[in-house]
C-alpha cells in the first residue's frame, strides 16, 4: 500500500473523526433534530428565506443519513484497516463536495439579492477551508491506497 507522506491515515483518519464526523455530522443532527438551537448557536442562518430553508434542511437531513459513514471511516483510517481507505472515499468526496458548493451557493444568494452572514463571516470562511482540506486529504489517502 502506497502513501502519500508517512502517517497520511492517522492524519486523514484523526481529520475525518473530528471534521466530518464530530463537527459536519453531529452539527447537521442537531439542525435536523432542533433547528432553532442550531440557528441560535450559529450552525443555520438567521433570516433565512424559506424557500432557503427548505434547500438546507434537506442538505441537513442527506448529511445526516451519510455522515455515520465519516466515523467508520475515520476509525478506520486511524486503524490502518484496508475498508478504512476505501470508506474514505465517502467523507472525502462530500466534504470536497461541501467546500465548493459553499462558494456557489453563497454567490447565488448575492446575485440573488439576499446577503447573508455566511458569504461574510470569517468562521464560516474557515469551516469551509477545513471542509476542503479534510476532504482532499480523505481522497489524497484513498487514492494513494488504491
Known sequence: MSH????????????VLVVAFVFHWMGQG?????????TRLGLQERGMPPEYKVYEHAIAVADVSIGWLYG??????VLGAPWGYTLA???????VYHALSFWAW????RRAGHHLSSSRAPLRQA??????????????VAWNAA
Open 30 to 38: 442537531l439542525s435536523v433534530l432542533n433547528w432553532e438551537l442550531a
Open 89 to 95: 472515499w465517502v467523507p472525502g468526496v462530500v466534504l
Open 127 to 140: 469551516w469551509t477551508l477545513a471542509n476542503l482540506v479534510t476532504g482532499l486529504l480523505a481522497v489524497l
Open 4 to 15: 502519500a507522506f508517512p502517517y497520511d491515515n492517522l492524519v486523514a483518519g484523526i481529520l
Open 72 to 77: 467508520v471511516a475515520g476509525v478506520g483510517l
Open 106 to 109: 453563497t454567490a447565488n444568494q
